[in-house]
């Protein structure tokens, strides 16, 4: 509530806006529980116990609790729009699994093409391999759109109407929703999982992240993984200075075997295999390095998407000499538009903004 004539503004009541007392009933209810405060200030000074404090606020909240006085609802002007917290980037640091004894993973995709332009295939394939044990799993999945001829020529997959062929066989397939639920099932049998795959960084991970959260199950799925891994960037380091990194050649000149390269399944048996020689030849330590988490992918996919989608509205800023493209994009990327900004100031004048 204000006194007659005061001016100020209200910075710690919701939106700003004062407390309405029409009757004065709120003001003299108050004026009645703080008086004996007042004529004992200087005891109440000396309140050096933060629960004595907390048993004074309790005492004046439960006697006149905001709730039942606060009324904004038939003011017209009030800004109650609820701005968006803030994105942050994908931050790729280590995870540190100090004595965990993890689970590693190894995974792939099969996709109806590759991502082009910001634009995420769907999967029609996920398969995985548990290092060191015989366990996997293999789904075909529906895709929603055609699979393009040169991911047919690839993976050897092909839609006939909604029937999936691989190699001219037909195979059973289930709808996106299905898979993920059942992969997420999957890997919550086992412990500190670390999901690994080749190039995954670049592929595999933002794909599934994508999909994941299309879905609303990528919160299921972060619960359950530990850490994932690109083990192109763990092969770098171990096995130094080759001319290639593709996991076929690698597979054929570290372990001297060949498989069915290009079909998933085969993809991860092969890479379990190449990378638990890897992993041998490392400390726990060390392989902490080559581990992030799966909420650095799920960010890292979503700023580039608020960039592009606010960047337009900040550009005026860029062109009026404000601030410059690389600041816009860093304001754009992290979730507001210019609008928005506005409101900011508004809200909590030029030094919060």
Request: positive net charge; hydrophobic residues 40%; aromatic residues 8%.
């Amino acid at each position: 509530m204000k006194e007659n004539g005061a001016k100020y503004v209200h910075n710690i009541l919701l939106y700003k806006v004062p407390l309405k007392d029409p009757s004065g009933t709120l003001k003299a209810t108050l004026d009645r529980i703080f008086q004996p405060v007042i004529a004992n200030a200087t005891q109440c000074a000396d309140l050096r116990s933060s629960q004595q404090c907390e048993l004074a606020n309790r005492e004046v909240t439960l006697r006149a609790p905001k709730y039942l006085h606060y009324d904004i609802g038939f003011q017209p002007d009030v800004d109650i729009e609820k701005l968006p917290d803030p994105v942050p980037r994908g931050d790729f640091k280590p995870v540190v699994i100090g004595d965990l004894t993890p689970t590693i993973i190894t995974f792939d995709l099969e996709t109806t093409d590759l991502i082009r332009g910001g634009t995420i295939p769907h999967i029609t394939q996920i398969a995985a391999h548990v290092a060191g044990q015989s366990t996997s799993l293999n789904l075909y999945v529906q895709p929603l759109i055609p699979i393009t001829t040169a991911a047919q020529q690839i993976t050897g997959m092909s839609m006939v109407g909604d029937k999936m062929f691989v190699n001219g066989s037909p195979v059973s397939t289930v709808d996106i929703n299905t898979a993920c639920d059942s992969f997420i099932e999957w890997l919550e049998k086992f412990s500190y999982v670390i999901l690994t795959a080749h190039n995954g960084k670049r592929f595999d991970f933002p794909v599934l992240v994508s999909v994941l959260s299309k879905v609303n199950k990528f919160d299921r799925f972060s619960q359950c993984v530990m850490a994932i891994c690109d083990s192109l960037t763990l092969f770098r380091k171990v096995y130094p200075g080759r001319r290639t990194y593709k996991q076929e050649s690698l597979v054929s000149d570290i372990l001297n075997i060949t498989y069915n390269a290009h079909a998933a399944a085969g993809d991860v048996w092969a890479l379990s295999k190449l990378l638990q020689h890897a992993v041998s030849t490392l400390t726990m330590k060390d392989f902490s390095v080559f581990l992030f988490s799966p909420k650095a992918v799920f960010y890292n996919n979503l700023n580039p998407r608020e960039k592009a989608k606010n960047i337009s509205s900040l550009k005026v800023l860029v062109s009026s000499g404000i601030c410059k493209m690389a600041t816009a994009e860093n304001i754009a990327g992290s979730g507001l538009n210019l609008d928005q900004l506005k409101k900011i100031y508004v809200r909590d004048g030029k030094m919060d903004f």
